[in-house]
């Protein structure tokens, strides 16, 4: 299983920031290994969201069927959870008082693709450093 963890400030409110990052519609936004995120409801944000996400990986399209499975506004905490036939990526996220954001993403293989979790690891690090600094850009406008 391969782990990215951050820590970034916003500049925005701790409840814009927290809707911001919640709707997986914007991951494009700030995740620059996105293609594409298009939120699949209309319902308010909150647990049962879905979302259809295309990631460049290594070169080629991947496609995750996202869902938000624990949403807690109070506390200001989201986890999404995207899956493929091969792929489940966990994205938990949760803003401070101060409207910090803590991000901590998985990403865990199954059947042939398992193999590729050792390498997969360094990659998922690079991509993750990348995609922080996208969100600190875009929590800073």
């Known amino acids: 299983m391969a782990r990215f963890h951050a820590t970034v400030p916003s500049a925005r409110s701790t409840d814009d920031t927290f809707r911001y990052l919640a709707d997986f519609g914007n ?18 944000l909150g647990v049962g969201n879905r979302f259809d996400v295309t990631m460049r990986l290594g070169g080629r399209e991947v496609q995750l069927d996202y869902a938000t499975v624990e949403f807690d ?4 905490r ?6 493929n ?6 994205d938990r996220m949760t803003v401070a008082d ?16 398992r193999l590729a979790d050792p390498f997969f690891g360094l990659y998922f690090q690079y991509i993750g450093k990348k995609a922080a600094r996208r969100m600190r850009e875009v929590l800073a406008a």
């Open 85 to 90: 036939g091969g792929t489940t990526s966990i």
């Open 73 to 76: 506004a109070g506390r200001r």
């Open 27 to 44: 991951l494009a936004e700030w995740d620059p290994s996105t293609l594409r995120s298009r939120r699949l409801d209309r319902e308010p």
């Open 98 to 113: 101060d409207a910090t954001v803590t991000y901590d993403a998985t990403v865990e293989f199954t059947g042939p693709l």
């Open 78 to 83: 989201v986890v999404l959870v995207g899956r």
